[in-house]
């Protein structure tokens, strides 16, 4: 069973950065399209960003620009690189593959507030 463990999270001023992390318990990353989502209180939770097998990326409008997702196959993890945060991104983030979701991580916080 894959477990997917979600850190970095924090609280941030607007226009602030943060790196979100994700670990697995196995080989997942290097075989599978990988995601990060987030869902905020009272919405569905909605993919913002993912990487394919292949490396190649996207993002979702509301993040272009200032987000962008890495992934190192060696150390078995993926990141999250989030800059000029705004209040609206204010949610909890959870990694994941695109498809036939794996069991969800506890999520990591992000709150952006001054």
């Known amino acids: 069973q894959v477990q997917l463990v979600e850190s970095g999270g924090g609280l941030v001023q607007p226009g602030g950065s943060l790196r979100l992390s994700c670990a697995a318990s196995?080989?997942?990353?290097?075989?599978?399209?990988m995601g990060w989502y987030r869902q905020a209180p009272g919405k569905q939770r909605e993919l913002v960003a993912y990487?394919?097998?292949?490396?190649?990326?996207n993002d979702a409008d509301s993040v272009k620009g200032r987000f962008t997702i890495y992934r190192d196959n060696a150390k078995n993890t993926m990141s999250l690189q989030m800059n000029s945060l705004k209040p609206e991104d204010t949610a909890v983030y959870y990694c994941?593959?695109?498809?036939?979701?794996?069991?969800w991580g506890q999520g990591t916080q992000v709150t952006v507030s001054s």
């Open positions: 994941n593959r695109l498809s036939g979701w794996y069991p």
């Open positions: 196995g080989s997942v990353f290097s075989a599978n399209a």
């Open positions: 990487i394919t097998s292949g490396g190649r990326t």
